[in-house]
T-cell receptor, first 113, second 112 residues
Framework: DTGVSQDPRHKITKRGQNVTFRCDPISEHNRLYWYRQTLGQGPEFLTYFQNEAQLEKSRLLSDRFSAERPKGSFSTLEIQRTEQGDSAMYLC???????????FGPGTRLLVL | GEDVEQSLFLSVREGDSSVINCTYTDSSSTYLYWYKQEPGAGLQLLTYIFSNMDMKQDQRLTVLLNKKDKHLSLRIADTQTGDSAIYFCAGANYSSASKIIFGSGTRLSIRP
């Protein structure tokens, strides 16, 4: 078991560009979560999948954000027309659902210039 | 909704015990967690406690829960330099257990 992995670990982009992040959960974990963490704050929930179904979305997830988990395994988070306020660490977590313990990946740090 | 509050900083001497405190607002929180985050890294789940428990001990870690006061604490015995990190208190409600609400974190620094 290699844990939750995320790619890339770092991304620098110019304002207005689109970016896509990938998360690979712990194998056999059917639940996958995305969080955003800004400097000096705790993570904030963005969205949640059970298998391939997106079951909950935060109001933080504006229409520029879209997340998918097409085969119930890895997930992607896309941000369109990035803004400087999108600069943050994007964290992915997964859980088996038997006990609600979420295991986090190392995160993707996004910097929008 | 849930709100979780923690003090921002704690400094302890190496070898002493560290106690990190947290208060939460949602009395229906079913799960309460402590996560550790080292610089530039993701979050590591340290321990969790169910709301029907008062205490949980795991090696050097002791979690105490006071449901009446909505107060959670994490005690780290014999604090080591490797314990330097940010510690996040977090809670989740069983009916919405998809969403964990985190505090802002307590930065623990160890002095020699």
């Amino acid at each position: 078991d290699t844990g939750v992995s995320q790619d890339p670990r770092h991304k620098i982009t110019k304002r207005g560009q689109n970016v896509t992040f990938r998360c690979d959960p712990i194998s056999e974990h059917n639940r996958l979560y995305w969080y955003r963490q800004t400097l000096g704050q705790g993570p904030e929930f963005l969205t949640y999948f059970q298998n391939e179904a997106q079951l909950e979305k935060s109001r933080l997830l504006s229409d520029r954000f879209s997340a998918e988990r097409p085969k119930g395994s890895f997930s992607t988070l896309e941000i369109q027309r990035t803004e400087q306020g999108d600069s943050a660490m994007y964290l992915c977590a997964s859980s088996s659902g038997a006990v609600e313990t979420q295991y986090f990946g190392p995160g993707t740090r996004l910097l929008v210039l | 909704g849930e709100d979780v509050e923690q003090s921002l900083f704690l400094s302890v001497r190496e070898g002493d015990s560290s106690v990190i405190n947290c208060t939460y607002t949602d009395s229906s929180s079913t799960y309460l967690y402590w996560y550790k985050q080292e610089p530039g890294a993701g979050l590591q789940l340290l321990t969790y406690i169910f709301s029907n428990m008062d205490m949980k001990q795991d090696q050097r870690l002791t979690v105490l829960l006071n449901k009446k006061d909505k107060h959670l604490s994490l005690r780290i015995a014999d604090t080591q330099t490797g314990d330097s990190a940010i510690y996040f208190c977090a809670g989740a409600n069983y009916s919405s257990a998809s969403k964990i609400i985190f505090g802002s974190g307590t930065r623990l620094s160890i002095r020699p």
